[in-house]
């Protein structure tokens, strides 16, 4: 195989595999966009829709269906205050804060829409807003106490979150696990697969932990990350493959990508002379025929 052509191959491969890398991020970005404009979907379904008894969408060893994030759903119960677990290094409004989080013993999941109270006895975890942190780690913190007795609360669901082994300070965790919680805060029961972030409470207090943020519906740079990707793919396929027609031009040129090399002049030809000089004698005859005599006579 000819250098040049060989030079053509390796380039045309090298921009087939560039391409296809491209493609494959491409594909990538767009399946996270994807999968974004779904969750703001949901969102925009669930978090102002009306609110509908706990026990219809899970129970208590379910987990949260991915379209039912964010749902409104009512419960009745009571909350159990010196249980109360603060959740670290969740910033508020861009103030660094703690979240409150108090089990609620469920004395009907369904709201009083049953014919018997369903789920009795197990504990739900309520996230019922936020305080600012103190001074320290170790500070206390003033917590709006929740209602007493019996409580009808509406949250939005949210799936637990996973365990973390990372250590807290007393009476705080690192993530919303509903088990560890009533493991810190020293409360037995069934603690539901699920925790809820606080809308209202009937009958209601004051004052209540600052409300809880609203979720980003920001759907992100994954669609232009992806068109990005696939531009690059078609760039490296044509600037590649410009290159390599380029090289198999120059072959057939006969250059071989190689600068042509410049032609030496050639030397004049000189008129040649004859050592023994008749040469020279010949032409000064000739030149003497063709002037008047008396010329002839002064040059002879």
Not at 146 to 170: K, Y
Not at 250 to 270: H, M, V
Request: proline share 10%.
């Amino acid at each position: 195989m000819r250098p040049a052509v060989r030079r053509a191959v390796s380039l045309v491969l090298l921009a087939v595999v560039l391409a296809t890398a491209c493609v494959f991020l491409g594909r990538w970005q767009w399946h996270r966009h994807t999968w974004r404009d779904a969750q703001i979907a949901i969102v925009k379904h669930n978090f102002d829709a009306t609110p509908v008894p706990l026990s219809t969408v899970a129970g208590p060893a379910d987990d949260l269906p991915d379209d039912e994030q964010w749902r409104q759903v009512t419960v009745r119960g009571r909350y159990e205050p010196t249980s109360t677990v603060l959740l670290r290094n969740r910033p508020a409004d861009e103030t660094p804060a703690y979240h409150v989080l108090v089990p609620f013993v469920v004395s009907d999941s369904s709201a009083g829409t049953a014919q018997q109270p369903t789920d009795a006895g197990t504990v739900l975890v309520v996230d019922r807003g936020w305080v600012p942190t103190g001074e320290s780690a170790t500070s206390s913190v003033a917590v709006p106490a929740p209602p007493d007795g019996d409580v009808t609360v509406t949250v939005r669901l949210r799936d637990a979150e996973p365990a973390t082994t990372q250590e807290a300070p007393p009476g705080q965790v690192q993530s919303i696990t509903p088990t560890k919680v009533l493991d810190i805060g020293g409360l037995d029961g069934q603690a539901w697969n699920l925790y809820g972030g606080l809308v209202s409470e009937d009958p209601a207090v004051a004052p209540v932990p600052g409300t809880l943020p609203e979720p980003s519906i920001d759907p992100g740079s994954h669609l232009s990350y992806a068109f990005q990707w696939w531009t690059f793919a078609l760039g490296s396929l044509v600037g590649f493959g410009w290159m390599a027609r380029r090289e198999l031009l120059e072959a057939r040129d006969g250059t071989d990508g190689e600068t042509p090399a410049t032609p030496r002049p050639k030397r004049p030809a000189t008129v040649s002379r004859r050592r023994d000089g008749r040469a020279e004698d010949e032409e000064d005859a000739l030149i003497a025929a063709q002037l008047p005599d008396e010329e002839r006579v002064t040059r002879a």
